[in-house]
């Protein structure tokens, strides 16, 4: 049985009398394990479909299941890495920004918390400043703290919003094999949305590939010995204008 | 040492000092302007009489009462317009319309409605405060970035816990800001308030202080309690202000 199945979904934004189509009737489904991506161009409603998952956005038609169950509004057991840095607590240091999403979400006790804060501080190499606040931290920095958070809060799925995406090149490929070590490490389940078809490859298991305006499912690959030339034809017909794509 | 700015105020400060004493003293008409050191005198004896601290507690006690009220009706306020869209345009037309409205200007309205007496003071105190608490804080959550929320949201906080863990923390450079502009506002118009109208004869603050001394025209005294307006206001803005700004947005890095 899959761990998240998205069945048919499209979601529309609404402003006054007009509605924009951000995704038009996708489905999917997400395994235990998967490290799912979900790659498209610029306006091909993938950060809509992950808010969508969320909870932040309801579908006008379809439904998303987690574990048989209905998502109607966000909660901790799927928890969010988005791209802007400004997504972890000004106000609490890097320890107190973990310890402080575990026990808000009732997920952990205070003791359990702070050991469990330690240990994902540790595994994404911060403990020497585990007692900094975010404003003194590098961009890749504080993306690594927000993965160490939403890791430690144990989500049945993590969903992850072009994490990298802000960060210079090399930080961004340091970036992605750390987070792929961690995935493989303690088997988490990730959804992960990106415009590039480099990362789609080097982090996915499975890529789904959807077209833009409005976001549809053109198909689904295994990442296992893609072809980059191949994934691009698939998203464009063969129409070599999708200028915005990373190959 | 010149490098250092407080080493170089206090130069500054001390040179002033000396002017005032030359000049008091060249003018030697103590009625008019008395010189430095008997106004330090005056402040000195008058403190150690009591009388100037009894009239600072009167009027700091005053000044937290209105304060507090302001803040409160200001939280009121805000939470109805951050909770509905009509809440919001009635927040922004009070704003307009009040925030431009001199609270010393009510001042005469109030007498009539409350009598002499601290009522009337605390409304025009509440009136100071209120709008630009309201108007920073109402300023402050709105600005709150929609991926702050979105987090706060994931971690299944209940409604207040949202707001007091999440919103208010994230709207907290805003709020401090309304919070010094009250008190700014606050502090002037309650000195003025006691000063021209005496409001509160009989039981006396700092600005009755100043007023009945000017009536039995011991001038010295006059300036031994403009000296001490500045000084209390000097110590809220610098010190106490400054305390919780360093603790707070500063140490966060969201001063704005």
């Not at chain 1, 840095?85 to 808000?104: C, E, G, M, S, Y």
């Not at chain 1, 499975?206 to 976001?215: A, F, N, V």
């Not at chain 2, 300036?223 to 140490?251: P, S, Y």
Request: hydrophobic share 50%; net charge positive; glycine share 10%.
């Amino acid at each position: 049985m899959s761990l998240l199945s998205v069945d048919g979904i499209t979601l529309q934004y609404r402003t006054g009398k007009h509605s924009f189509t951000a995704a038009y009737r996708v489905s999917f489904s997400v395994k235990d394990g998967d490290r799912f991506i979900i790659l498209g161009p610029s306006g091909c409603g993938k950060s809509s479909i992950l808010k969508a998952i969320g909870g932040y956005l309801k579908p006008v038609e379809g439904k998303i299941l987690l574990n048989g169950k209905h998502i109607d509004s966000p909660g901790p057991d799927r928890v969010f890495v988005f791209q802007e840095f400004d997504q972890l607590l000004p106000w609490k240091t890097v320890r107190d920004n973990i310890v402080f999403a575990l026990t808000a979400s009732h997920k952990f006790a205070r003791r359990e918390a702070e050991q469990r804060a330690a240990t994902f501080i540790e595994k994404v190499d911060l403990t020497k400043f585990a007692g900094s606040y975010p404003h003194t931290l590098s961009g890749g920095m504080k993306q690594r703290v927000a993965i160490a958070r939403a890791m430690a809060m144990g989500p049945e799925i993590l969903l992850m919003d072009e994490p990298f995406a802000a960060l210079d090149a090399l930080t961004r490929a340091k970036m992605q094999d750390e987070l792929l070590q961690l995935c493989v490490e303690s088997n988490f389940t990730v959804l992960f949305v990106t415009h590039s078809i480099p990362e789609a490859i080097r982090l996915g298991t499975r890529i789904l590939l959807l077209s833009p305006q409005p976001g549809r499912v053109k198909a689904e690959v295994e990442s296992e010995g893609a072809d980059p030339a191949r994934i691009h034809e698939m998203l464009f017909d063969g129409d070599m204008k999708g200028g915005n794509m990373h190959v | 040492m010149f490098e250092s700015g407080a080493f170089r105020k206090v130069v500054l400060l001390g040179l002033l000092a000396a002017v005032w004493e030359g000049y008091g003293r060249w003018l030697a008409n103590p009625l008019l302007f008395p010189t430095f050191s008997n106004t330090v005198i005056a402040l000195i004896s008058s403190i150690a009489s009591g009388q100037l601290l009894r009239a600072v507690s009167f009027t700091i006690t005053l000044l937290l009462k209105g304060y507090v009220a302001g803040l409160i009706l200001a939280g009121l306020l805000t939470a109805f317009a951050s909770a509905t869209r009509i809440g919001a345009d009635f927040l922004e037309i009070l704003t307009a319309m009040f925030n431009p409205l001199p609270s010393i200007a009510l001042l005469p309205i109030a007498l009539i409605w409350f009598g002499l007496g601290d009522n009337s003071v605390i409304f025009v105190l509440i009136h100071a405060v209120l709008w630009a608490v309201a108007l920073n804080t109402y300023a402050g959550f709105r600005a709150v970035s929609s991926t702050l929320r979105m987090v706060g949201q994931n971690y299944g906080l209940s409604t207040v816990g949202y707001i007091t863990r999440i919103l208010v923390p994230a709207a907290f450079p805003s709020i401090l800001t309304g919070l010094k502009v009250g008190w700014a506002f606050a502090w002037r118009t309650l000195i003025a308030a006691e000063l021209v109208f005496g409001v509160s004869s009989g039981s006396g603050g700092l600005g009755w202080y100043i007023f009945e001394n000017k009536n039995q025209l011991l001038i010295p005294n006059v300036f031994a309690g403009l000296l001490t307006v500045i000084l209390l206001g000097l110590i809220v803005e610098n010190v106490i202000f400054k305390t919780i700004e360093n603790a707070t947005v500063r140490r966060w890095g969201m001063q704005m």
